[in-house]
């Protein structure tokens, strides 16, 4: 079919509706669309139109914690985290229109509706006005909406210039008066206006933009600071009196002269405010990246609130999260590898609150969370948790093992079903016989991997599983030194265990939530579970303060400002992965840091973790914040024989032991474990003759003590 016949067939079809619909039939249905559409106007403009608290309009958030954490912390005002939908934040600072000096709010209606008291939601006069400037200047020259119009706009409404918006507009703006006083109205204008950007943040309101813009609360902004914020109100970003001076000033002078001619202002004082210099920086608000943190939350817990007017308090600290930011950027810049990540865990022991996290270098960059999601093998930082299973009593009976018994550092060959595994030390030395404190303190592997075989991997896992370790655990020999993969939060949370003094808390990251403004009501914190003797805990603990004192993290608190202080280094196969955890009682922080292809870093925890924990720990925490590890009921102390190194006395060294396992009184003690058999040389065997000798010529010094020779 051609086109002409298409334009034929149309024709005919066009003549024969013309037929059969009249000219009344088209206006009947004219009219009723119109009507129709006015009826959904005004329904939408009834069911929207409503105002609340300018508290009702702050976008629903995560926040810090209102108190701060530590010992005779104040309540703070706690820094906003993000939107619970990942949305753009707003910067927001909710004012009452009786706290605004009058100077402010007459310079709002002088400049953007000076008839407001007068009218009743639309100005009749004012919009011919408009309509008559805008035919002179073939275009928009000239708005004429009025206040309340212009909140309806900014609360409901988007900013496009259509005819529909308009109307959809005017009909809200006379139910908002209908609904409210002219007070709230105002009040909630002077609330709601864009004023500009604070970065990525929106500034909306007059208490808002007086912060930002001069530094101070919008109740004590003077005539011309206040000249300056209604002037911005058309274009906040033009008139930003950091950004264009020059034109912020005649902005704001205009201003001064429209109050002066309508009266409000005299002559004299509008000169005298003009004669004010211009701001010549901003005040950004205080920043937390606690996007790690916030992502974190939604995912492991529900919260359905609406999107405005509420408020989440996580257990965050806005100090600690700082000086973790740092921390993290500062260790990692001075890595000479770059490309390297890293993450930092920090939580309270006794509540299990989250205090600080930080999961990579630049979340911008990468969201993936290193402190939560990332599994790597913690490498001799997972000792602790075979020191507690070494030393436990066994079904009620005798530990395995005490801080003093001794273990061969000599090397190593174990059968498996993946070929023969030799543990190395991290520097390939061996120091002969050594005793389970100084394994511990000077991170040896062997003695490790020894005491491992010993109590059985399964022995192991079941123990760590207990110490809230929930990914899998592969009960082989290697356990012992950490082979397994476990996130950086598990491992914290494990040496939570120990600074809790054997007991878990269960994480917790949010306080609760509330209005914004309103204190959060308080919540029950539940005790630690019981999972670990209060005396097996302060034992592993007494050799992780040795690790700082004397040990490989004794580079942590050389200058000792930091109190009593535990802690573990860890580095894995290969130096793929570094990491450092610290605690006090009440305080955990860990560290990790390595590439995410797993590439070596060639740094130990020591030089690559413990620098951060380090700084952390400079910048967050005071001394009220460190308290001693008290000494449990359940252990004594009593001299044991050290195989190896110089801190011992006469007759051995002071140790702990729990009850019932120290040396007899006024005897030193020397302990063994079963020995495998494994190649041994020569030199071994003469230094271990060596050894029996001394400890029988020992045993013969006790018994003459005693009389019996």
């Not at 704001?252 to 009266?263: E, F, H, N, S, T």
């Not at 511990?440 to 062997?446: A, D, G």
């Amino acid at each position: 079919m051609d086109l002409q016949a298409i334009a034929l067939r149309s024709r005919v079809a066009l003549q024969a509706l013309r037929a059969r619909v009249s000219v009344r039939q088209v206006v009947r249905v004219t009219l009723a669309a119109f009507s129709l559409g006015f009826v959904i106007i005004g329904a939408e403009a009834l069911i929207r139109a409503k105002l609340g608290t300018p508290q009702d309009r702050m976008p629903t958030a995560l926040y810090t914690r209102p108190i701060g954490w530590g010992e005779g912390r104040e309540r703070n005002s706690p820094v906003a985290l993000g939107t619970l939908g990942g949305g753009p934040m707003e910067r927001r600072v909710p004012v009452e229109l009786s706290a605004l000096p009058d100077h402010l709010v007459e310079a709002a209606l002088a400049v953007e509706d000076q008839r407001f008291y007068r009218h009743h939601g639309l100005d009749f006069r004012r919009i011919g006005g408009a309509m008559v400037a805008n035919i002179k200047a073939l275009g928009i020259a000239q708005g004429g909406s009025t206040i309340t119009q212009q909140l309806a706009k900014n609360l409901y409404l988007s900013a496009s210039r259509t005819p529909l918006r308009k109307l959809r507009e005017a009909a809200m703006a006379v139910v908002l008066e209908l609904r409210h006083d002219k007070p709230a109205i105002l009040e909630a204008y002077l609330n709601e206006i864009y004023l500009g950007q604070d970065g990525e943040r929106a500034i909306h309101g007059v208490g808002a933009a007086a912060r930002y813009y001069f530094g101070k609360d919008a109740r004590r902004v003077s005539l011309a600071e206040a000249a300056l914020l209604v002037g911005m109100i058309s274009a906040p970003n033009r008139y930003a009196p950091q950004r264009n001076p020059e034109a912020a000033r005649r902005r704001r002078d205009l201003v001064l002269q429209v109050m002066a001619g309508q009266g409000r202002i005299t002559q004299a004082v509008a000169a005298r405010a003009a004669r004010a210099g211009m701001p010549s920086r901003t005040n950004p608000a205080r920043s937390v990246d606690g996007r790690y943190f916030r992502d974190f939350i939604l995912a492991s817990q529900s919260v359905r609130l609406p999107g405005r007017g509420m408020a989440v308090y996580t257990t965050l600290d806005a100090t600690l999260q700082r000086a973790a930011e740092r921390a993290i950027r500062a260790g990692l810049d001075r890595l000479p590898m770059p490309g390297a990540e890293a993450a930092l865990v920090a939580i309270d022991p006794r509540t299990g609150e989250v205090l600080a996290m930080v999961g990579g270098r630049d979340y911008g960059a990468s969201q993936f969370n290193r402190a939560t999601d990332a599994k790597r093998q913690p490498g001799s930082a997972f000792k602790p948790m075979v020191a507690l299973a070494a030393l436990e009593r066994r079904d009620g009976g005798a530990p395995a093992f005490t801080l003093a018994s001794v273990v061969d550092d000599e090397p190593l060959r174990v059968r498996t079903g993946a070929g023969p595994w030799e543990p190395e030390n991290y520097d390939r030395q061996f120091r002969g016989r050594v005793t389970v404190r100084e394994a511990m303190e000077q991170s040896l592997n062997v003695p490790f991997a020894r005491i491992g075989l010993a109590i059985g991997p399964e022995r192991i896992a079941a123990t760590a599983r207990r110490l809230g370790i929930v990914s899998p655990l592969v009960p082989v020999p290697s356990l012992a030194l950490g082979s397994s993969e476990v996130t950086l939060m598990e491992l914290v949370r494990a040496y939570g265990v120990l600074a809790g003094g054997g007991g878990l808390a269960a994480p917790r990251a949010v306080v609760g939530q509330a209005r914004y403004g309103s204190a959060p009501d308080a919540v029950a914190v539940p005790d630690p579970a019981r999972v670990i003797d209060p005396a097996v805990a302060f034992l592993v603990t007494s050799t992780l303060e040795g690790v700082v004192t004397r040990g490989t993290g004794r580079a942590l608190n050389q200058e000792g400002h930091f109190g009593t202080l535990a802690g573990k280094t860890g580095t894995s196969n290969d130096w793929r992965d570094a990491w450092f955890v610290a605690y006090s009682p009440s305080l955990v922080v860990g560290v990790w840091v390595g590439f995410d292809d797993g590439r070596s870093l060639r740094l130990t925890g020591a030089g690559a973790a413990l620098p951060i924990v380090s700084r952390f720990l400079d910048e967050a925490a005071t001394g009220a914040d460190w308290g001693s590890f008290d000494v449990p009921a359940g252990i004594s102390e009593g001299y044991a024989v050290v195989a190896h190194g110089d801190w011992g006395s006469e007759c051995g060294s002071r140790e702990f032991f729990l009850e019932g396992t120290e040396p007899e009184a006024e005897s030193c003690g020397s302990f063994d474990f079963p020995r495998f058999e494994v190649p041994r040389d020569w030199g071994r065997v003469l230094r271990k003759e060596a050894a029996r000798l001394l400890e029988e010529l020992m045993a013969e010094r006790r018994e003459r003590r005693r009389g019996l020779r």
